[in-house]
Structure formats: C-alpha cells, structure tokens
C-alpha cells in the first residue's frame, strides 16, 4: 500500500536533478586485473575413468595381499614360539631386558 | 567472447575459462563498484566488495542456475547484500567524511557549489534506512525497473514502491533548500 502523501511531479523532477549531483569515483584502473589474477585456475574436478578406476583396484588388491602376507607371517611366528624372537631380534638378547 | 550473453559466459566460468571470467569482469566491474559506492559511501569499501563478489562468482559459478532468473539480477542481489554485511560492521571512517571526486569545471564558485551540494545529497542519501537507500540505488542510481529491483531486494513490488516513496520524501525534507537553489537557477520550469 502506498503512503498518502506523495511527491509532486516537480518535486519528483527537482529532487532527481539534485540527486544527479552526486557522482561516484570512476573504478581504480588495476581493479580488474587484481580479480583476474586473484581467480587462479581451478583444480579439475575429481572424474571416474577406466584406467583411474583400475589403478584404485590394483592399489586396493595390493593393500589386501600385503595385509594378508603380513597376517600369515605373525601366525607363522607364533606358531614357532619359543624361538619367536629369533625372527624379529638379530644377536643375543641382553639379560634383564623388557623386548 | 564480446558477444556471449552473460548467462553463456557463465556457463564456461563454472568449465573454469578464465577468459570467460575476464569478458563478464570488464562488463560488469563498473556497475558492481558504483552500486556497491552508493550504499557504502566510499570506493575503497565499495571495491573491496566488487572484487570479494566475482572472487565468490569464480569460485561458485557451477552453483549458478540460468533458471534463477537473470544473470544481472543475481549479481545485483549478491553485490547488495554484501555491501550490506560491510554496512553492518563496525566502521572507521563516517560516511560524509570521504571528500567528493574533483570536478573539472573551469568556474572554481561552481565547482566548490556543486562538490558542496554533492556532498549534502550524499550525506542525506547516507542517512536513509539501508533498505530505502538500497531500493533508490537500483531504481534512481542503476535505472533498474521496479519489478527487477524488487526482485534484487527479494521483496514485492508493492513494498519497493513504499520504500521508494518515504526515500524521497526523506530527501524531500532534507534536501529542501538545495531544490530550491536548483529551481531558482532556472533549472526548473
């Protein structure tokens, strides 16, 4: 809803006149090129492809076998026990140590 | 690339065409800055928040969806608020203290008369509400239509019209005597 009490046509006129009088500073010349050098390239987004996908497999497989390797060798030395130690510690164990 | 819509040019911003970038930062640079003057009163401020709005559109131009509506009307709408976020903040410098561009005129009366009635309309549009000065920013400064500049705002048409209205009547008021002055001079029939 409007308010009741508006300008007059001439008001209107005169008040745009001296509106108009204020003008704004022109825009700093190196603005543009600050933004421009400050929007560097972007990373390219993250995309699944076939050879990605297969490297992240053989990765992944790679992980699994090792962990499994690794897996299979503590079991193996345990089984070994007592001469556990002998495969992890070279030279004689000094007497009184915590290993 | 001159010839691309704004929109087009978006659309290979959010591919990462820093050429793109560059043709809508020469397009609009101007008018962000001038706009964002207006509500803030000075061209530091206001050029701080030109560079932050197309440092956001470049990072987040893949957001932006044609459908929305126009591309000016969104980047109106984003320089405004920011320029409001930045008139919220604690200031240093009062708006009326930032001196006037200097005119070239050859009469030295006149140019002190005018950098002095400049000054009074700046100081005078300073004191409005933020909405109503935001709304005679896009409406009188920018020559937007009612209906886009309601829509940089997010409000009805009806209500920018309002705004409008008690704006100028507030700088009615204020500016009485330099309205006079003007009529006296002869500028108004």
Not at chain 2, 23 to 32: F, I, K, P, Y
Not at chain 2, 38 to 50: P, Q
Not at chain 2, 58 to 70: I, L, N
Not at chain 2, 77 to 99: E, F, G, K, T, Y
Request: charged content about 25%; glycine content about 6%.
């Amino acid at each position: 809803m409007k308010p009741e009490i508006d300008l007059t046509p001439a008001e209107e006129r005169q008040l745009a006149r001296v509106l108009d009088t204020w003008q704004t500073y022109p825009t700093s010349p190196g603005l543009a090129q600050a933004i421009l050098a400050k929007a560097r390239p972007k990373a390219p987004a993250f995309t699944w492809s076939w050879p990605r996908m297969a490297t992240l497999a053989a990765a992944a497989c790679l992980g699994l076998v090792v962990g499994w390797w690794m897996d299979g060798m503590e079991s193996y030395a345990t089984s070994l026990e007592p001469g556990f130690d002998a495969l992890y510690f070279e030279g004689d164990p000094i007497e009184g140590d915590i290993l | 690339m001159d010839g691309l819509a704004d929109e087009a040019l978006m659309a290979r911003i959010a591919d990462g065409d820093r050429t793109a970038f560059a043709a809508l930062v020469t397009r609009h640079l101007d008018r962000a800055v001038r706009t964002a003057q207006r509500l803030l009163g000075d061209r530091g401020e206001a050029e701080d928040v030109a560079q932050d709005a197309f440092f956001r559109l470049w990072q987040h131009a893949d957001r932006w969806r044609p459908e929305g509506g126009r591309f000016t009307t969104w980047f109106y709408r984003v320089v405004v608020n920011a320029s409001i976020d930045r008139l919220r903040r604690p200031r240093s410098l009062p708006i009326d203290d930032v001196p006037e561009p200097e005119d070239e005129q050859p009469n030295a009366f006149r140019t002190l008369h005018q950098t002095e009635v400049a000054r009074s309309v700046k100081a005078a549009v300073g004191e409005l509400p933020e909405r109503q000065r935001t709304a005679l920013t896009l409406c009188h400064y920018e020559g937007l239509g009612n209906i886009e500049a309601a829509e940089v705002m997010g409000i009805t048409v009806g209500a920018l019209e309002s705004l409008l209205i008690r704006a100028k009547r507030q700088l009615r008021d204020s500016l009485k005597p330099l309205m006079s002055d003007l009529a006296e001079d002869g500028h108004e029939a």
